[in-house]
């Protein structure tokens, strides 16, 4: 994919969500500056967990080399006296009950008839983050990123034509870089942020933690399990496994521990002393929820931790909503540069993306493992269910038609029915003999229009003679056929004839339930309001 030409887009951060922004950004041609302070990787692996929408997301992009989950992997979590001592309880990754098949014995009832609904065609990774980022990073440049490393933004300024970035670069000189929009996806320390003044709130900071990760060959005493609460009167830590021979162990205090102090820390966790230790390094980090009271000031947008700042926990909120962060942007900066939709389109990133971080920054303190921080001043809240939370988070904006505010703000999303400003659902489909999740159905950038009816056709021209942006149309049930009968229109709520309009980034934007007198019409009207183009050619 090569950029066309034109002003960047400026990405501060070549971390996890800088470098997915620009991969983001490649798919839509837009090209993009990636700005980096340090030279390398970080030397501790951080997140783990990478869920199955942020898998929807990079298999969007083509990225297909992230190994899955294997399928029997126990998403759980151990509380133990030490990795080989006594197990007190086992406690599920999520609060949500994950059955795997090889769980149930076959001559056993199961508990309801129907079988788990299938969420997505992706299941989640659990790839380190210092092993995915360097693969993020190859294919970013592959694909026409202009990555500089060693240049540290120190200024941002920006007008009504563009931004530009004041960094130092590797000389120690200074420069100034010129683009159209910027993307800050410098971290919890955000240094735009801070340029910007933009505030932040939240639970704020709970507890400082001392870290030292190591290699050593524990998977024969883990028995499956990837993480491990260590409760011993003098020992209060968790022990978690990148699966590939390193550890983290991590302690509840800050107490600064020499080499001789960290590894009889680790025997101590483990429960015997019998194994090669090899120490890779110590970290120390605070742990803070904070979301930014705005993600976006003019042409400059926050995205990632720089925007949202939210513990590890094992819904995996931390990086993953980053990344989702920056899919919602890149089509909309697509779109915007091209000059086919107005630059009012981006104002629905924060209308969109805060509610979420805002949303998942509560739910983090109604669940398990951060009850404990809970403090007088933040709202407990329901819980909501982990797969609502991962796909079925609801967007509300001005480019959603029939936004309803009334709605619950997730639901699983086999409890939706196809309401604008949901993600259109999983099912699976038969394109050309071959099964394909609706997933694979859409078109990186595009516009499609769903419908069992062929009665949408002239409205499908007449629309692209006349709007701005194309809109795809797929007939299902002809073009492509159902593996499962009516899934469509039942999980959809519309009739034959009706119609959904999902966007690039597969949210639906509008909903018809059955086909209007005049289809042209009101097509045309829906997407000229959906993609704020209102100024475009006679619609
Ligand atoms: C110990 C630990 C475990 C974690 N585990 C998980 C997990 O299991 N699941 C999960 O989802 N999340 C987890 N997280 C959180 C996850 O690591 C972060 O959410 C993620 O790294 C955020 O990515 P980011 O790109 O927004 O920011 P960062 O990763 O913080 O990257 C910001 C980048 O911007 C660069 N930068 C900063 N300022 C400037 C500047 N002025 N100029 C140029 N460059 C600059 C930095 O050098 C850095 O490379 C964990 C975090 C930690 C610390
Ligand atoms: C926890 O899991 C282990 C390994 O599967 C099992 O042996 C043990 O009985 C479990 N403990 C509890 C309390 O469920
Ligand atoms: C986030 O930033 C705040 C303030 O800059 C800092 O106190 C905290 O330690 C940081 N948290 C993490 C997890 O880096
Ligand atoms: C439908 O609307 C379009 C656009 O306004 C118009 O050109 C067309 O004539 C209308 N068709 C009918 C059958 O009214």
């Known amino acids: 994919m090569f950029p066309t030409t034109g002003q960047p887009v400026i990405v501060v951060g070549a971390s996890l969500v800088g470098l997915s922004a620009a991969l983001c950004l490649s798919s839509h041609r837009v090209p993009t500056i990636v700005l980096e302070k340090h030279s390398g990787k970080s030397l501790h692996p951080r997140a783990i967990g990478f869920t199955s929408r942020t898998m929807e997301i990079y298999r969007s992009l083509g990225i297909d080399n992230i190994e899955p989950a294997p399928e029997d992997f126990k998403l759980e979590r151990a509380h133990v ?49 210092d092993k995915l980022e360097p693969m993020l990073e190859a294919l970013a440049l592959e694909r026409g990123a202009d990555i500089r490393r060693k240049h540290k933004l120190i200024s941002v300024d920006q007008d009504e034509d563009g931004v530009v970035a004041t960094v130092t670069d590797a000389e120690g000189n200074e420069q100034k870089i010129h683009g159209s929009y910027l993307i800050a996806a410098d971290g919890n320390r955000s240094t735009v942020r801070e340029l910007l003044q933009i505030p932040r709130h939240g639970r704020g900071y709970m507890q400082t933690l001392s870290s030292v990760l190591f290699r050593a060959p524990l998977e024969q005493w883990t028995k499956g399990f990837v993480q491990f609460d260590i409760d011993q009167p003098d020992l209060k830590a968790f022990l978690a496994s990148y699966s590939d021979g390193r550890w983290a162990l991590m302690f509840k205090d800050a107490v600064d521990r020499d080499e001789p102090a960290l590894r009889a820390a680790i025997y101590q966790a483990v429960g015997r002393s019998d194994f090669p230790l090899e120490i890779i390094t110590t970290g120390r980090w605070e742990l803070t929820a904070l979301v930014a009271d705005t993600f976006q000031s003019g042409r400059v947008f926050l995205a990632g931790d720089a925007a949202h700042t939210l513990p590890p926990n094992r819904g995996g909120y931390g990086a993953n909503t980053g990344i989702h962060d920056v899919h919602n942007l890149a089509w909309k900066l697509a779109a915007v540069l091209s000059g086919k939709l107005s630059p009012e389109l981006l104002n629905t990133y924060d209308a969109e993306r805060r509610p979420i971080a805002l949303l998942r920054h509560d739910q983090i303190f109604v669940r398990a493992d951060y009850k404990v921080h809970l403090d007088t001043a933040t709202p407990a809240g329901e819980k909501i269910d982990d797969d609502a939370m991962e796909f079925g988070q609801i967007y509300l904006s001005d480019g959603i038609i029939g936004a309803d505010e009334s709605l619950p703000r997730a639901k699983k999303p086999d409890e939706w029915n196809g309401q604008p400003g949901t993600h259109i659902p999983h099912f699976w489909v038969l394109k050309d003999g071959e099964k394909v999740p609706t997933l694979d159905l859409l078109s990186q950038g595009e516009w499609t229009l769903f419908s069992e009816s062929d009665e949408w056709s002239e409205a499908i021209s007449f629309v692209n003679e006349n709007s701005p942006i194309p809109v795809r149309f797929v007939h299902l049930g002809e073009s492509v056929q159902f593996v499962h009968g009516d899934d469509f229109q039942k999980s959809l709520e519309v009739s ?24 042209s019409e009101t097509l045309g009207s829906a997407i000229s309001k959906v993609s704020f183009s209102s100024g475009g050619p006679q619609l």
């Open 81 to 129: 006296e030490s990795l080989t001592g006594k197990r007190n309880d086992n406690s599920s990754w999520s609060d949500t009950e994950r059955k795997t098949k090889g769980e149930k014995p076959q001559n056993q009832a199961p508990k309801s008839s129907a079988p788990k609904k299938e969420y997505s065609v992706e299941r989640a990774s659990a790839i380190p983050q």
């Open 496 to 519: 034959h004839s009706g119609a959904v309009l999902v966007r690039p980034d597969g949210y639906i934007a509008w909903r018809v339930k059955d086909i209007p007198g005049n289809a």
